[in-house]
């Protein structure tokens, strides 16, 4: 190639790149563009106009202004700018859409230098990240979920642990007491103190069955109940659970309102919808409670999601700050909140309605903003008189009998109590205090144990392992466990004629005629 020619072959080379490089910058995802010394767009390629919705004769000659959100802080912005005329920048920022919307940018930014060194312009090249945001979004709030389950289980097992110790307190001091009112007459003043002893006892199973029934270690078992007394006697707990400020009025239904259900999950939904309402009354207002009866058409049936039928209804109404149309299309979704973070897992209502759906029932919400929030519950409607509950007050003495039985407890003031009841009942009674040590009480003994009344909990072997030993070492022995919390975890795996639970705090009278009823059983 002669001298002459090649200037020319350099030139189409040099145009030959330059239209690759034009269609390259083109071609790429990125947002690219350029612009002069005084902030004002020169170039643009297709993916910006693309994401910020301009054509390029909007573009070219306005300033950066033009995309950069209003949202981002000022100082920020002119940081940006500054360091793109000494050198560059790199970082994260919003940008603004012609139709006004924001989105979420990561920026580079640099000089464009001349062939003498000078800078003659500034190029930035930017990549839309909202689906990346929206993902690390995600991730963090599964985190934060997780968190907030964990704590959950935290509480709840510290709460189930709580109520397992409270409960081998009550027996202790329910069974003492019960044998001090045997042996004081009627006449004597000390009577009716011990009996007020009886009575707080009472109602303080009745409070720690309600912290099982909170951390779900509690034993779930359907029974026929009065939709009134389960209200009726939450009374008190709820007007401590919403304050002085809040007015509570529980009204019962005109006739019996019976349904089948787990007493402790029923009062569990209860209080969840009562500290719900109570959240949206910060400054104060009505709570009110009311039990009814009707029977649910096919529309009405549609509203709770269950048949066509008979049912009881409970509805919880406030005169809080109401819900939006948004916020009622996904109050029951696990884990969704309106509350500030710490206050509230979003738990509350998702597990509600799993139990009332387990039971048959459903549930449904009316509310609006400024207006209150209106929860209904509705469960089927059952035949048949309720099932007394385990505080009942009346004292039925145990009849005893002249066996022998194993008792088998690792708390020692529990072992005594209950050994000293058998004895007094006639029945001849082994102590042990671990399953190792029940063991070789049996073992090699002549004549037959007749049952085994045990902890279910214990260190080392557990009262159900130590069932299936004593099966082989005793067949025709029966057994009695108990546990003063119930969750699935601690029941046993199987209860058939030989097996049955006993659950605590129990009275005296209460273990004599569990003991005598499982002795009796074929």
């Known amino acids: 190639m002669d001298e002459l020619a090649r200037p020319i072959a350099d030139v189409l080379r040099t145009s030959e790149m330059n239209r690759l490089l034009v269609r390259a910058v083109q071609s790429t995802h990125e947002m690219i563009c350029v612009t002069d010394l005084s902030d004002r767009f020169t170039f643009v390629n297709g993916s910006f106009l693309e994401h910020y919705g301009y054509s390029e004769d909007e573009v070219i000659g306005r300033h950066v202004s033009l995309v950069l959100s209003p949202v981002n802080p000022a100082e920020l912005m002119t940081h940006v700018l500054q360091s793109t005329r000494s050198g560059g920048w790199t970082g994260e ?38 689906e990346r945001r929206a993902t690390e979004e995600a991730l963090r ?102 304050g002085e400020d809040i007015h509570l009025t529980i009204t019962s239904a005109p006739s019996p309102a019976r349904t089948m259900a787990d007493v402790g999950q029923l009062e569990q939904v209860i209080i969840n919808l009562a500290i719900n309402a109570r959240d949206a009354m910060p400054t104060g207002g009505s709570l009110d409670i009311e039990v009814s009866t009707t029977d649910l058409d096919t529309e009405g049936a549609i509203r709770f999601g269950v048949p066509a039928g008979s049912y009881v209804m409970l509805s919880v109404a406030d005169t809080g700050h109401g819900m939006d149309a948004a916020t009622l299309s996904r109050i029951f979704e696990p884990f969704f909140t309106t509350k500030p973070s710490g206050h509230g897992t979003g738990l509350g209502l998702a597990t509600a309605n799993g139990i009332l759906r387990q039971s048959g029932g459903g549930i449904h919400v009316e509310s609006s903003p400024g207006k209150g929030s209106r929860f209904t519950v509705c469960l089927p409607s059952v035949e048949g008189a309720p099932v007394a509950d385990s505080a009942d007050k009346t004292r039925t003495p145990g009849a005893g009998g002249s066996e022998s039985i194993l008792l088998v407890e690792d708390d020692d003031v529990v072992r005594d109590l209950v050994g000293t009841v058998l004895r007094n009942r006639g029945y001849g009674v082994l102590e042990a205090a671990t399953g190792e040590d029940a063991i070789r009480l049996v073992t090699g003994q002549a004549s037959p144990t007749h049952l085994m009344l045990s902890d279910t909990v214990m260190p080392g072997m557990g009262g159900q392992e130590l069932a299936e030993r004593m099966a082989i070492l005793q067949p025709g022995m029966k057994v009695i466990l108990m546990s003063g919390y119930t969750d699935d975890l601690v029941l046993p795996r199987q209860i058939d004629d030989q097996m049955a639970f006993l659950q605590k705090p129990f009275t005296s009278d209460a273990l004599a005629r569990k003991v005598r009823e499982v002795l009796d059983s074929d």
């Open 93 to 130: 920022l919003l940008n603004r859409r012609k139709d006004g919307t924001d989105f979420p940018i990561s920026l580079s930014t640099s000089q464009i230098s001349g062939e003498r060194g000078q800078v003659i312009g500034l190029l930035g090249v930017a990549r839309d990240i909202t």
């Open 141 to 242: 709030d599964v985190e934060e979920r997780l968190r907030q389950a964990q704590k959950m289980e935290a509480v709840g097992r510290l709460a189930g642990g709580v109520a397992h110790d409270f409960n081998n307190l009550l027996t202790v001091m329910m069974g003492y007491a019960e044998m001090a009112l045997a042996q004081i007459d009627l006449s004597d003043p000390a009577h009716g103190d011990i009996e007020q002893v009886c009575e707080a006892a009472d109602r303080a199973a009745v409070l720690a069955r309600q912290l099982l029934a909170f951390s779900r270690r509690q034993n779930l078992t359907p029974q026929t109940l009065d939709l009134n007394d389960v209200a009726g006697h939450l009374g008190s707990m709820l007007q401590r659970l919403i």
